[in-house]
């Protein structure tokens, strides 16, 4: 195998990162190139390290990277954005928290969406920016399923297909909306009214024409319902892992 071959470039924001040997790190990065990619920092965790003070979590870089057997090595890193200092605010870390673990628990390794890293990207510089970060993770939320093929119409029944009327219900084991017909009532059904359904399109929408950010309560529980479907765990602000920032 030629140098060249052995070793190549990506850029990569950072989901997270533990603790490898004395001094190492294996990293998380979602690549623009190659999608979520488990990698090396070698002496990473030594105070003086380059390559280890480059790497902070939700960071955006542009890196070399050397195959290994297992697990290939980070061997150089350059900075692109920088979020860390502004992210270290309890709300904005408990939101970005949430995207990078969004995106880690969804994302297939070795599977490059460059609409994801897009999307992670500009959320994350929103939430550094924004007094209400929050606000973000709906549309954040709805749009990485849109992205993955898990985005539900919000215009007919899921089932049966006919066209959504008055009142449906998000069914998130269904994976998408009922209407009256084929419900089956049970507690974690969500309730959306047309309002609601427009909200929902909206939310889910690229940017542009009729995109919206703000979220109806109805919109949002949708969403958080069928992420923690697609999840297959309940994911919740208040009970964060320590993986995405824990070791970092
Ligand atoms: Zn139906």
New binding site residues.
Partial sequence: MSGEERSYQAEGIVLGARALGEADRIVRFLTREHGKLDAVAKGARRPKSRIGGRLEPAGRVEMMLHRGRSLDVVVSVEERSRRWAALVEPERLAVASLALERVDVLCEPGEPVPEIFALLDATIEAIAKSEHPHRFIARFSLRLLDLLGSMPPAD???????PLEDRSWLDASEGGM??????RPHREEIALDPEDRINFAALGRERGAGAAVEARPQAAAAIEALIAHYCARPLRVSALPGYAFGSL
């Fill in positions: 007919r029944c899921c089932l049966c297909g006919d009922l209407d009256s017909k084929c419900r």
